[in-house]
């Protein structure tokens, strides 16, 4: 069973960073595609940032420019590199990875940042 597990979540000034990591574990397998989702209070959760196994990134408009995804040298690993946070980037953050059509889902951890 693949399970996702994120860390690097926590409480941050408007104009810091964080950065957040997850790492996926068993499957024998990379992962297609991985990424990260963010969920706001009272919003629908948005994509954030992803990265395929080639290396191809896509990222919210919103996060261009700030926020950097990458994959690590351990197989289905996925960080996030956060600089320039604003209020508005408050939210729960969730690691996602997919193959085969199949997605998993971490269970999420709270970015907050303060004005």
């Known amino acids: 069973q693949v399970q996702l597990v994120e860390s690097g979540g926590g409480l941050v000034q408007a104009g810091g960073s964080l950065r957040l990591s997850c790492a996926a574990s068993g499957s024998i397998f990379s992962m297609n595609v991985m990424g990260w989702y963010r969920q706001a209070p009272g919003k629908q959760r948005e994509l954030v940032a992803t990265i395929t196994s080639g290396g191809n990134t896509n990222y919210a408009d919103s996060v261009k420019g700030r926020f950097t995804i990458s994959r690590g040298n351990v197989k289905n690993t996925v960080a996030l590199q956060m600089n320039s946070l604003k209020p508005e980037d408050t939210a729960v953050y969730y690691c996602?990875?997919?193959?085969?059509?199949?997605?998993?889902w971490g269970q999420g951890t709270q970015v907050t940042v303060s004005s």
């Open positions: 996602a990875a997919s193959r085969r059509g199949i997605d998993y």
